[in-house]
């Protein structure tokens, strides 16, 4: 007689997919995989790996809160692990307390890695006053499940003990620990050249405040083989499709817009799954922007980067991790890359990963939770797995026309035209069904028949309401 085999620990985790799951770009897209920013799939993606044991299981949530599913969270997990950015935020705080309604009515245990709060580069965090009761809402909620709370950096932590609170840990953000204790990043060229391979990122706001658009232009002027990686939904969009729904859409000194010369010429790139993005990154000598996860993901690759911070989000991760790094306030517009390479200094990055290597994973174990450097196989059947998958390629600015480029769109877009035409004669019959026999009774005793719109709203709810809501 055999002993039945010990049960897999699963631990639900807050992430946009999981790393195995492929979607085409049309459908990464459609479903918004990665939440608005191509870089939260970085730092989940290094979670899932590290959290991946013999004895674990890791199953994304797709990025969902819904907090009457706490019941079911309940039964069918043993942790929820919620890796964040910078969830203190003002247009973050409906999501927020969304997630703290979940928090609330869990009964397992609950483990924040890496939040961060969105002051500005003087740590200044005045502009959090009024949603001061909804984080200290979700850090109870936390605490009352774990042990600490895992935060960005020196500015957060600050932050949260100005709130009250005391168990706060620097632990800086997961991605950095894909690789788990070690980190390289060597310059492969004495200095660069007009024929270097360089990649630079950017976000809206750095350039509406800053003038990034400047050093862009600047540098791709100077370095023909410039390449921008794009990062958000609304990029996505205007890469692949040319247009977007946003407003910040229309900002034509963005290289993701039709209108820009680096779009234009083909220099632009947009990548749904983390894989893919780190292993093409790989080619470059050189990596810079505002954008600290486009900058990360080079690093990753092994390639030098410095990030040009815009806020505390930013700054604090690159002082904790000692990221090579200037202060986008503080940088000329005619910056030459050349400059910010040279002056790359990778020593206390690559010198102190250790170190924070076994403060993050230290944090992990008192909270519970394995990790696959130190009780797995240090990722090897991870990377195995990933390595099998025919993930899909970097989205690229839609500059051509031919049949092959255009069928792929136009077959995913009648597809979703024959999905919503099913299920429009669905909600039709069910309509039908329903209304047969449905009368008013007016003030004056005649019985009317609401208006089918009316009649619509009551009967299915919310799937017709989004069918008839104008564009």
């Known amino acids: 007689m055999t002993d039945e085999p010990t049960r897999k620990r699963r631990i639900l985790l807050r992430s946009g997919k999981s790393p195995f799951e492929v979607n085409s770009l049309e459908q990464s897209l459609h479903k918004d995989v990665f939440a608005t920013n191509a870089g939260n799939l970085i730092f989940s993606d290094a979670s899932h790996k590290i959290l991946t044991t013999p004895r674990v299981e890791v199953v994304s949530n797709g990025i969902r809160t819904i907090p009457s599913e706490a019941e079911r969270i309940n039964e069918e997990y043993d942790a929820f692990v919620v890796p964040l950015a910078n969830a203190f935020r003002p247009t973050f705080e409906r999501s927020l307390t969304r997630l703290t309604q979940l928090i609330e009515k869990l009964r397992i245990p609950v483990v924040v890695l890496g939040v961060g709060a969105q002051a500005n580069l003087a740590y ?14 979700f850090v109870t909620a936390v605490l009352d499940r774990s042990t600490s709370i895992g935060v960005r950096g020196e500015c957060t932590e600050a932050y949260l003990k100005g709130l009250g609170f005391r168990d706060v840990e620097v632990i800086g953000c997961p991605s950095m620990f894909m690789h788990g204790e070690t980190f390289t990043v060597e310059k492969g060229v004495e ?53 977007t729904s946003n407003a910040a859409g229309t900002q034509t000194s963005m290289p993701t ?50 990030v040009l911070c815009s806020d ?36 206390e990055l690559v010198n102190g990963h250790k170190e924070r290597f076994l403060r993050f994973t ?17 990722g090897a ?27 792929g769109r136009f077959g995913w877009l009648q597809s979703q035209m024959e999905d919503l035409s099913a299920q429009n004669a669905r909600l039709r019959k069910q309509l039908a069904k329903k209304t047969t026999s449905v009368t008013v009774q007016t003030s004056h005793g005649t019985a009317v028949r609401p208006s089918a719109y009316r009649r619509t709203l009551r009967v299915v709810g919310r799937p017709v309401r989004k069918l008839l809501r104008p564009e």
């Open 312 to 347: 505390s989000r930013t700054l604090e991760l690159c002082r904790y991790f000692g990221i090579p790094h200037r202060k986008i306030s503080e940088v000329s517009k005619n910056i030459d890359p050349a400059e910010l390479y040279e002056a790359a200094d990778f020593g």
């Open 124 to 137: 200044d965090t005045t502009r959090l006053k009024p949603m001061e009761s909804t984080v200290k809402r």
């Open 362 to 378: 230290g944090f992990m174990e008192n909270n519970g939770l394995e990790n696959t450097f130190t009780h797995g196989d240090s």
């Open 257 to 306: 817009h039709p209108s820009h010369p680096m779009y234009r010429e083909g220099k632009v790139r947009l990548y749904v799954d983390p894989a893919t993005w780190i292993s093409e990154l790989g080619e470059f000598d050189f990596s810079f922007g505002s954008r600290i996860h486009g900058n990360i993901a080079a690093l990753l690759a092994g390639v030098p980067s410095t």
């Open 381 to 407: 059947a991870f990377e195995a797995q990933l390595a099998e998958l025919t993930l899909p390629p970097a989205i690229r600015p839609w500059t051509d026309s031919d049949p092959e480029t255009l069928s």
């Open 191 to 243: 200095s660069l050249t007009p024929e270097s391979l360089i990649s630079v990122n950017g976000a809206h706001s750095a350039v509406r405040s800053y003038g990034l658009d400047a050093i862009i232009r600047q540098a791709h002027q100077r370095y023909p083989n410039l390449r921008f990686v794009g990062q958000n939904l609304l990029e996505a969009e205007l890469l692949h499709w040319r247009r």
